[in-house]
Every structure is written in C-alpha cells, then in structure tokens.
C-alpha cells in the first residue's frame, strides 16, 4: 500500500514538474516580444519601400497606409502603451 503511494505522489510531481517546465519556455519576456513587433514592422516597411523604390508618389503613398495599419495595430496591442506606440510610429516614419 505505502508503494502505490508512493508512485503516485512521484508521479505527481514528475507531472507538475513538466508542466511547469514547458511552460516557462513557451513564455517570452515583454521586451523580447516588444522588440520582435518592432523588427517584424521595420523589415515589412523595408520591403514595402524596396517594391516601390521607382515610384516615390507610390512609395509615400503605400508608406502612409502601412502606417496607418500599424498605427491600428499597435493601439490594441497589450504590449505597447500610447507612448510607446508613438515612439514607435515616429521610427518607422524615419525609415
């Protein structure tokens, strides 16, 4: 009796262990993940601006409704405040 108790209890907690395990891995860190949408946005920019690198009038034009896209975006995302949505608007524009 005290051996399927035993094995039970080991069980148990071999499972809480991987739960927990996998779990910490699969969970990035916030400015991780704020700089991976960042770098996602600058590199679609980049190749917006590359398609249309003949055409300025296009350029501009493609420019201003990706960001208005990202500007839409980035108002709803968790990770980015108005401030920092800003901040990052006001960098892409650079581009």
Same mark, same amino acid.
């Given at each position: ?40 946005? =600058? +590199? &679609? ?10 055409? !300025?009038?296009? *350029?501009?034009?493609? @420019? ?8 839409? =975006? +980035? &108002? ?10 800003? !901040?990052?608007? *006001?960098?892409?524009? @650079?581009?």
């Amino acid at each position: 009796m005290e051996f399927v108790f035993i094995f039970i209890l080991f069980i148990t907690i071999l499972g809480a262990y991987l739960v927990v395990s996998k779990t910490k891995y699969r969970l990035k860190d916030t400015a991780v993940k704020k700089n991976e949408i960042i770098e996602k946005y =600058e +590199l &679609s920019l980049k190749n917006i601006l590359d398609k249309y690198q003949e055409d !300025k009038n296009k *350029q501009l034009e493609e @420019k201003k409704i990706f960001l208005k896209q990202c500007n839409c =975006e +980035l &108002s709803r995302n968790i990770f980015f405040t108005d401030d920092e949505a800003s !901040k990052v608007l *006001q960098r892409l524009a @650079k581009l």
